[in-house]
């Protein structure tokens, strides 16, 4: 492949251990398929987008600044991040004029779909799966093909809905600067969503979302490890096989 694509860690890929995993089963991917990436390293400072849902537009703008500058000397016309609110901040509200911005299950399943990579069978491990929406990935980007295509590619899953799912799905708890914040009054929203995944019987829930994987990890927990959570990147490198095609990215 030609392109060069800089893959936007953020945050919790770069510092929180769980989320490294699915850094580095990306990344795996990534060179698996072939595609030439570079990464920011610590230049890379946070999307800000905490920062302005949570109101300190100030800070936002001066990170924005950063990051603007950065991404333009890598001279990547391409950008690819795994986080849907950086996903969004990075498409949207950066001004990223002449670069294309995809989400990790856009990309995943383009290389799915052009023979980049193949995934081999082995459902053994997950039982009953259900993929769960990224407000901010499904609501407000309306991507809710491509992360079920790519799933649907390891053959043998055996893949269920959520009671509440697609433009219907219910948050994790963690949007909107939530993550960082306790619940004052009410029952907590992640034990709310972990309580439909019980509900539905299902042993693996995949996500998309470095917030959705620390909220429904952190309510599984508290629910007696009812379930394990994966990111998508992780369920796909476990079963990528060596076949790469002649087909290129468009």
Not at 136 to 164: H, K, N, Q, T
Request: hydrophobic residues 40%.
């Amino acid at each position: 492949m030609s392109e060069k694509w800089l893959y936007w860690v953020g945050c919790a890929g770069a510092f929180d251990q769980r989320n490294q995993q699915v850094a580095r089963a990306f990344t795996a991917l990534l060179d698996e398929a072939g595609v030439s990436f570079v990464t920011l390293g610590t230049d890379e400072k946070c999307c800000g987008d905490p920062a302005r849902r949570l109101g300190n537009e100030f800070l936002f703008q001066a990170l924005a600044e950063e990051n603007k500058s950065a991404i333009a000397a890598t001279g990547a016309e391409h950008v690819v991040t795994a986080c849907p609110h950086c996903y969004r901040v990075l498409k949207h509200e950066y001004g990223l004029l002449g670069h294309e911005v995809l989400h990790h299950s856009e990309l995943l399943a383009r290389l799915l779909a052009n023979d980049r990579l193949a995934c081999t069978p082995g459902a053994q491990d997950y039982g009953c799966t259900a993929y769960h929406d990224s407000c901010y990935l499904g609501r407000y980007e309306d991507i809710y093909r491509e992360p079920r295509e790519a799933l649907r590619s390891v053959g043998g899953l055996d893949l269920v809905e959520l009671p509440r799912s697609g433009a219907g799905s219910f948050c994790c708890g963690g949007g909107g600067g939530r993550v960082f914040l306790e619940e004052s009054e009410g029952k907590r929203i992640n034990h709310m969503r972990t309580e439909e995944a019980i509900d539905a019987a299902v042993s693996t829930v995949v996500t998309a979302c470095p917030y959705c994987m620390t909220m429904l990890s952190d309510g599984a927990k508290d629910k007696g490890d009812a379930f394990a959570v994966l990111d998508l990147a992780e369920v796909l490198v476990r079963h990528a096989g060596a076949r790469q095609g002649e087909a290129t990215i468009e």
